[in-house]
């Protein structure tokens, strides 16, 4: 990387008369950004170009966020100029990336961790501690009592009677804790004596963030205090459990029931990554939900075939005041699932879908939205079909579709990709949701320029019922969209106010650029990317879009085979 001063420094004064590369022309406000993207050791290379960056590197919001490698710390320099500069950082990271941190990184860790009283999140990756050396937790205890925020990943070892009543009584606002590591590794030195601290830790966490079976698969005495009762979830108020390391769902099951039958009425957002909610912990889960789960408000859950749609109906009977669900892989609950979703939670704000589209797909997969009326409360709808072929079986009756949107006029983002997303479809959204901002179709094959004939012109107020604000679109995987098909598009009323465009897969030419920057008089950012395109085509796109950036502040990102990224 070259680095210049700027023209008023005397470092650069010369006889050359060029001008001056356009980062030395920035306002300090506009370096301070740029800085902020690059690595703690460039920062301060930076700092020795001249006075004016010197003073720009010096400011406090600069350090407030600090990305700290191991590799870095083992640089005495570096780690000198960092002890007086990290008094600032309210958000840390230290870690490795190839190699275990050696013995003067984590003594250099813990004494840059004694600077750092304002810090509020502290992440640490791979950073354990060594026989004899600093726990870097106990330090953080002791010398970070802002602290809210605490993420460990790979970190064996850490957790020890005195790093735990450390965390416990020096950090009494710490709130989220993340713990990415394998849980019978955390635990150092006597464990017997880490039960106690470790509960009472975890009985004032309102965010926890854990593999699925790292608490069932700790250390004996931790394991039976929490089964035992000893420790209570009662302020957790969000709850997101990973896969576990080694598949062991009996285990990964128990931590999820110990966490929703002791969480009292605060949870309000449940997590679950794997896959380990089937039929019968559905029911086992309403057995001891009860009352208790009433304030849920936030569900996603990746579930695989298990979940049938016997056992989404127990879990939406226990939280019927869900504003936001979100159903992943869940293979065996088909179309009949999503119209379950939308007829038991009439609060729902978002819905995330994802249905499985084969030949032992749940009786009702066909027609999706058969039968279904949308929430009138949603205005985020995702919904996907998987695998993405035209021979799936998936189809989407346009009379069922207009239906089904009829009620739920406020949708304002919908994200859709199915094989059998057509012209009809996308004309209904578009003259069905005046509210409509954001539309997404991630699958387009079908799609033609008939699309948009339906759709008023530009200049012309378009019916109450019709998309009048539209700001961001993606096309994809749209092969017959060309030219004459974007300039119909760009001259329909909902154009006007585009932000955002995204166009994948598709057969413009560079001549569209000119029309886009013409007819979008609010147009942003546009994205056009390919798979295939010919060579001799690259220099006219290159023309293109350098007269385009002449005349329109627009941020064009062009995606070839030959041309990874061309930026403004």
Known sequence: MWITAPPNCRAMQSSTGRAPPTIDVLPSELLMQVLQHLTVPTRLVCAQVCRRWADVVRAPVLWERLPVTATALDDY????????????????????????????????????????????????????????????????????LQLRELSLAECPGIFNPEALA????????LEKLELLTDGEEIFGGDVAQCAAPFCRLLGRIQVLHVRADMLATSAGPVAAAIATGWCRFTRLREVTLDPPASPSPARATRVLLDIISGQGDQLQRLTVHSQVVTDAIAGQIAARVG????????????????????????LLKCWPGLQSLSLVHCLSLGAEGFRLACQELPDLTRLRYQIAASPDAPAGSADVFRGTRLPPSLRVLQLYVTPTDEACGIRVGEPAFATALGGCRGLTHVTISWPACDDSLVACLLLTLPQLQCLHLLDCRLVTGKAWETLPPAGIRPADHASAAMLELTLANCPSLDDGSLSRLCTCSVATSLNWLWLDGTAVTPDCLTLLARECP???????????????????????????????????????????????
Request: with cysteine.
């Open 77 to 144: 320099s570096t780690a000198a100029r960092l002890m007086t500069l990290a008094t600032a950082a309210k958000e840390l990271d230290l870690g490795t990336v190839f190699e275990p941190p050696s013995a003067i990184a984590i003594d250099r860790a813990a004494t840059l961790l004694l600077r750092c009283g304002e810090l509020r999140t502290l992440r640490l990756l791979d950073m354990g501690q060594y026989t004899g050396g600093p726990n870097l937790l106990t330090v953080a205890g002791r010398s970070c």
């Open 166 to 173: 450390s965390l416990s009584d020096g950090c009494p606002r």
């Open 522 to 568: 609010s147009l942003l950012e546009v994205y056009i990317r390919w798979t295939e395109l010919p060579t001799s085509n690259i220099e006219m796109w290159h023309h293109a879009a350098a007269v385009v950036n002449k005349n329109r502040d627009i941020h064009l990102r062009i995606d070839l085979p030959e041309l990874a990224n061309m930026g403004r």
């Open 291 to 314: 009352l208790k789960g009433a304030n849920l408000r936030h569900l996603h859950l990746d579930a695989g075939d298990k979940l049938t749609v016997w056992g989404l109906r127990q």
